[in-house]
C-alpha cells in the first residue's frame, strides 16, 4: 500500500507544529530572569538555542558553521559545526532567542509543507554515530523526541 506523495511529511510537519507550541509553552513558563538563569544544569535560554541548533542541523541540514549549543561539545565532529561566532547566546535577549527558534521552526514547517515524501531519502549529521550521518527519516522521528525531552527537563527546571 502506498501513501500519497507527501503524506509522511505533512503528517511531520503537524507533529513539528504541535511539539515546538509545546515547547514554546513550557519557556514560556520561565518569566523574568528565571529565562536566563541556568539550574540543574542549563537555563531556559539555553535549552531554546540548543533544540533551535538541533532542529537546524538535523532537520534543515544547515552546515553553516556557528553551533556552539549542541552540547556535545568535546565532540570533534561538533567542533568542526562551531568555528564561526554563535548567532545568538544565552545571554542575549529573551525575544531575540525566541525569534531564533521560532524562525527555526517556521523553517522546518514550510519545507515539510512543500516537500513530497522523498525529501525524507538520504543523511544528515549525526555527532553520535560512526560515520557521521543518520537517516533522515530517523533523524526526524529523534528530533521530535529530543524536543520532548527538554520540554520535560523545562518543566522539572522551573517547578525546582
Same mark, same amino acid.
Not at 513530497?116 to 549529521?125: Q, R, Y
Given at each position: ?9 505533512? @503528517?511531520?510537519?503537524? =507533529? @513539528? ?6 515547547? *514554546?509553552?513550557?519557556?514560556? &513558563?520561565? =518569566?523574568?530572569?528565571? @529565562? ?10 539555553? #535549552? ?6 538541533? %532542529? *537546524?542541523? $538535523? ?5 553553516? +558553521?556557528?553551533? #556552539? ?15 564561526? +561566532?554563535? +548567532? @545568538?547566546?544565552?545571554?542575549? +535577549?529573551?525575544?531575540? /532567542? $525566541?525569534?531564533?527558534?521560532?524562525? /527555526? ?8 509543507? =512543500? ?13 553520535? %554515530?560512526?560515520?557521521? %550521518?543518520?537517516? *533522515?527519516?530517523?533523524? $526526524?522521528? $529523534? =528530533?521530535?523526541?529530543? /524536543?520532548?525531552?527538554? *520540554? &520535560? ?8
Amino acid at each position: 500500500m502506498s501513501t500519497p506523495a507527501g503524506a509522511v511529511t505533512a @503528517f511531520l510537519a503537524e =507533529q @513539528f507544529r504541535s511539539e515546538l507550541e509545546m515547547f *514554546r509553552a513550557a519557556l514560556d &513558563g520561565a =518569566q523574568g530572569d528565571a @529565562f536566563h538563569t541556568s539550574r540543574l544544569g542549563h537555563s531556559p535560554a539555553w #535549552h531554546a538555542l540548543h533544540v533551535a541548533e538541533w %532542529t *537546524r542541523l $538535523m532537520i534543515l541540514d544547515d552546515r553553516t +558553521p556557528n553551533y #556552539h549549543h549542541l552540547g556535545w561539545e568535546d565532540n570533534a565532529r561538533v567542533q568542526a559545526l562551531g568555528t564561526q +561566532p554563535a +548567532p @545568538f547566546t544565552e545571554t542575549d +535577549p529573551r525575544e531575540q /532567542i $525566541m525569534a531564533a527558534l521560532d524562525d /527555526i521552526g517556521a523553517q522546518v514547517i514550510a519545507w515539510l509543507e =512543500q516537500a513530497d515524501d522523498s525529501a525524507l531519502d538520504g543523511e544528515v549529521f549525526s555527532a553520535a %554515530t560512526p560515520g557521521g %550521518t543518520r537517516p *533522515r527519516r530517523a533523524a $526526524m522521528g $529523534m =528530533q521530535l523526541r529530543h /524536543i520532548g525531552y527538554h *520540554r &520535560g527537563q523545562l518543566n522539572l527546571l522551573l517547578k525546582s
